[in-house]
């Protein structure tokens, strides 16, 4: 059975960072792709950042240059570091993973930017 479990969300004021975790268990990371995204209020999710089996990372607009998605394979896990953040980047963020057609989500926590 595929789990996402993640960590690290909160409140941060603007141009501060955070870094998000996302533990996998029942599928194996190195070879799996991750991604999280976000979600505002009354909207769809939307992807922020993903990261192929091959390691191939691609990011929104919005979000280059300032979150980055990296793997530690050793610990099965997934981070994204967000760093200058925004009170526009305010959201639930969730990770995920699809295996056998299936996607699968983490339970999603909320990053709230604000001084």
């Known amino acids: 059975q595929v789990q996402l479990l993640e960590s690290g969300g909160g409140l941060v004021q603007p141009v501060g960072s955070l870094r998000r975790s996302c533990a996998a268990s029942?599928?194996?990371?190195?070879?799996?792709?991750m991604r999280w995204y976000g979600q505002d209020p009354g909207k769809q999710r939307s992807l922020v950042a993903a990261?192929?089996?091959?390691?191939?990372?691609n990011y929104a607009d919005s979000v280059k240059g300032r979150f980055t998605i990296a793997r530690d394979n050793a610990k099965n896990t997934v981070y994204l570091q967000m760093n200058s953040l925004e009170p526009e980047d305010t959201a639930v963020y969730y990770c995920?993973?699809?295996?056998?057609?299936?996607?699968?989500w983490g339970q999603g926590t909320q990053v709230t930017v604000s001084s």
């Open positions: 990261v192929s089996s091959g390691g191939i990372t």
């Open positions: 995920a993973t699809q295996r056998l057609g299936t996607l699968y």
């Open positions: 029942g599928i194996i990371l190195s070879i799996s792709p």
